[in-house]
C-alpha cells in the first residue's frame, strides 16, 4: 500500500531502554501499517512491548532503530506537538488517572484545542459538540471527573481526544479498567465515530476478543517482537503460532461446562506435546 494511504506506517522500529550495560531492548524490528479508516489491533501480554510501541508512536518515547509516520508525517520527539500537528490523538487505559481530578471538564476539553488559539465560542461549541457525541449531557462541562463513573470517565477521554479532530486514534486498553457491560459501550461507541468520522483506529490490548470485535487485521506481540499477524477473524479462528493460541485459551467463556472442556483439551495437548 503507497504510504500516502496509510494513517499509520511503523517499519524496523526497536526501543531500548536504559544505557550502557543496564540497556534493556524492550522492542525488537517491529513493523505495522494502518490504513486510513482501518481498525487495527496490536495484542499481547503485560510486558510484550505493545505499549512501547503505542508510546513511541506518541512521540512520548524515543526509539533506537526504524521509522515511525503518522499520516506521511514522522515524529520528532524534540518537536512538541508534532503527533498532534500529525492527526493522532490517543486514549489511555485508566479513565481515572488520565483526567486531571482539579479541572472541570470544560477545561480539560479546552486544554485539548489550546494550541491552536481557538475563539472562546468555538471551544465551547466543540465542547458542546463533542460531549453530545459521546453520549453525555453538555451541561456537565461544569462538573469535575470525580463526579462520574469510569464509563463515563472513558468517554470524557474519547471526548478530549475528539475535540482536535484527529484522522489517527490510538487506544491504549481503552475498556480494561471498566466493567464487562460498560466495556461494550465504550466499544460500540469507538465504532459508531469510527463511521462518522472515517478516522483510523490503532487498538492496543492483551484482550483478543475485543480486537476481533472491533479490528479487521491484527499483531499479536511476544516478547518485543511480532509473532503472527493477518485479518483479525482469521487469526482468532486459527491462530498458528502457539504464543497466540494460549492467548485465545485465556478468554473465559461464559460457559463453565465448555471452559472446562477447553481446559482439559488444552492440558492433553501439553501432555501430547511433552511426550
Known amino acids: 500500500m503507497p504510504t500516502s494511504d496509510l494513517a499509520l506506517d511503523v517499519q524496523g522500529v526497536c526501543i531500548d531502554y536504559g544505557r550502557g550495560k543496564r540497556r534493556v ?3 525488537e524490528d517491529v513493523s505495522l501499517t494502518v490504513a486510513a479508516g482501518e481498525t487495527v489491533g496490536l495484542v499481547g501480554e503485560s ?6 510501541v503505542a508510546m513511541a508512536t506518541l512521540g512520548l518515547v524515543p ?3 526504524g521509522t515511525i509516520l503518522v499520516n506521511g508525517r514522522a515524529i520528532d520527539l524534540r518537536q512538541r506537538g508534532s503527533v498532534v500537528a500529525a492527526g493522532a490523538q490517543a486514549v489511555f487505559q485508566s479513565p481515572y488517572s488520565s483526567l486531571d481530578p482539579a479541572m472541570p471538564i470544560r477545561a480539560i476539553l479546552a486544554e485539548a484545542v ?4 481557538l475563539p472562546r465560542r468555538e471551544v465551547d461549541a466543540r465542547a458542546h459538540a463533542v460531549l453530545e457525541e459521546v453520549g453525555l449531557d453538555p451541561r456537565t462541562a461544569e462538573r469535575y471527573p470525580r463526579e462520574f463513573s469510569g464509563g463515563q470517565r472513558q468517554r470524557i477521554s474519547i471526548a478530549r481526544a475528539m475535540m482536535v479532530r484527529p484522522r489517527l486514534l490510538i487506544c491504549d486498553e481503552p475498556t480494561s479498567a471498566l466493567d464487562l457491560s460498560v466495556q461494550a459501550q465504550v466499544a460500540n461507541l469507538l ?6 468520522h472515517g478516522m483510523s483506529y490503532l487498538i492496543i ?3 483478543l476478543a475485543l480486537v476481533h470485535h472491533l479490528a479487521s487485521r491484527m499483531y499479536v506481540m511476544h516478547r518485543g517482537r511480532i509473532v503472527e499477524t493477518g485479518p483479525a477473524a ?8 502457539p504464543y497466540t493460541r494460549a492467548l485465545i485459551d485465556a478468554v473465559p467463556l461464559p460457559d463453565p461446562a465448555a471452559q472446562r472442556r477447553r ?3 488444552a492440558a492433553a495437548s501439553q501432555v501430547e506435546l511433552q511426550r
Not at 47 to 52: E, F, L, R
Not at 191 to 196: G, V
Open 234 to 241: 482469521e487469526v482468532y479462528r486459527s491462530p498458528r503460532d
Open 191 to 196: 465504532m459508531d465515530l469510527q463511521q462518522a
Open 114 to 117: 489550546s494550541h491552536l488559539r
Open 47 to 52: 510486558g510484550s512491548g505493545k505499549t512501547s
Open 205 to 207: 490490548s492483551h484482550d
Open 25 to 27: 531492548r524492550a522492542v
Open 263 to 265: 481446559r482439559a483439551l
Open 63 to 65: 526509539i533506537s532503530a
